[in-house]
């Protein structure tokens, strides 16, 4: 005997003590799955995204620099909206600086499919600069991350420090 064919007040029926509006969805067992379906498909709809967050010390100095990153495409396990994935990079940006980490903040953030580099320089008085460079490519990244840190100023000591690729919202999965 299926559930939708006990009587709702049989004590062991699945429906025993049910009132009406749930009695009206398993009458219309179509309607159910179609909301369920609207939500689904919806959802698939959010954006993806990456950050990368860099923390600072009391005084100033950087201390970490870390990014998360959507590996999956829409609907996989690891599928965060933008907005997640600045939460991620920063919950983990703290947990690694611990108590060093006085100021965090997103360095970057993108909803762009894409290759992303995380590049790191020196100025002329000795400063550091943490930069993104993002491309259709690795090597397109990489290269863009290295012209942020000319126009920084960051020409010393310039060196790659992440390399990542982003499911965004724009991922067509039938690439």
Known sequence: MNPESRDPGVRGGRRSGVGLAENRWVQR???????????????????????????????????SVTYYASSKPKGGKDYKTESEARDEALRDLK?????????????????????VAVARGTDKSGK???????????????????????????????????HYFSYGADWDATR
């Not at 690694?96 to 290759?115: F, H, K």
């Open 29 to 63: 067992p179509a309607a159910s799955w179609f909301l369920v379906f609207l939500i689904n498909f919806s959802a698939s709809w959010a954006l993806a995204g990456d950050a990368v967050a860099v923390g600072y010390s009391a005084g100033g100095v950087w201390t």
């Open 128 to 162: 550091d600069a943490n930069v993104v460079g993002r491309g259709k490519s690795q090597h397109e990244a990489d290269e863009s991350a290295m012209a942020e840190l000319k126009k920084a100023g960051a020409t010393k000591h310039e060196k790659i420090v992440y």
């Open 95 to 115: 947990k690694r600086g611990g108590d060093q980490t006085a100021r965090a903040e997103i360095l970057s953030s993108s909803d762009v499919t894409g290759y």
